[in-house]
């Protein structure tokens, strides 16, 4: 059954409004908290696929990883047909250092989503990461040819997006610190947006650049 996030439920919205103005400024605690008095003010919030996604990034920013990612399970559930499901489900499977499972998602979302450049340049960077190092540069060129054609197209790349930070650091004291201008950076902030649905075209609209 496909849950279409417009089906908003009746009550209960204006705790979501501030969960996500919560989530805007970082507040994860309050947005949690306000997100959940939503769902027990009006179970249907339980349906509504955007709202999963947003409690589910509030959850993992709580340090609540297996039950975010359960929800993130649920969204893809309800959308299975959505490439930005299996995307954002990558994206935090691969925060949670579960890169098997991340580059599945990442390529069912390109099945569904060819010409997905974010898609096609976080699985290169995950690629290199796992040293890859030529279907990486193959999957960065393919990034490169379409963030172009999105940009041919006259989609701006200068309008601001408001965007959350990123995950929590996951790195151990062994590994490199990621560069401060990395696309990976740049996508996990896209990523805690509240606005799930539009990170995508928003991330290039804020002028995404390819770096390696």
């Known amino acids: 059954m496909l849950s279409s996030p417009l089906n908003i439920p ?19 605690t309050s947005a949690l908290i306000a997100y959940d008095q939503a769902l027990a003010t009006d179970t249907d919030w ?5 709202f999963i996604h947003d409690r589910a990034i509030a959850m993992f920013h709580n340090g609540q990883a297996a039950e975010a ?25 691969q925060a949670l250092k579960d890169y098997n499972g991340a580059i599945s998602d990442y390529q069912r979302a390109l099945e569904l989503d060819p010409e997905d450049a974010i898609s096609h340049n976080s699985l290169g960077l995950l690629e290199e990461q796992l040293g ?21 197209k006259s989609i701006s790349t200068t309008g601001e997006v408001t965007s959350a930070p990123p995950f929590p650091k996951q790195e151990t004291e062994n590994e490199p ?3 401060p201008k990395s696309s990976w950076q740049e996508i996990k902030r896209a ?17 995404f ?3 390696r």
């Open 46 to 50: 339980r349906e509504n696929v955007d």
């Open 209 to 211: 650049k390819l770096n």
């Open 10 to 28: 009746a009550k209960g919205q204006l705790q979501v409004q501030s969960a996500r103005e919560s989530a805007k400024a970082n507040q994860w």
């Open 177 to 179: 610190e990621p560069k």
């Open 191 to 207: 990523l805690g947006n509240p606005d799930g649905r539009k990170e995508f075209l928003g991330f290039i609209r804020n002028g």
């Open 69 to 93: 990612l359960v929800e993130l399970d649920k969204a893809v559930e309800l959308q299975p047909d959505y490439g930005y499901r299996y995307a954002a489900r990558g994206w935090m499977k």
């Open 132 to 152: 890859y190092h030529k279907v990486a540069k193959e999957r960065f060129a393919v990034a490169d040819e379409l963030a172009g054609i999105l940009e041919n």
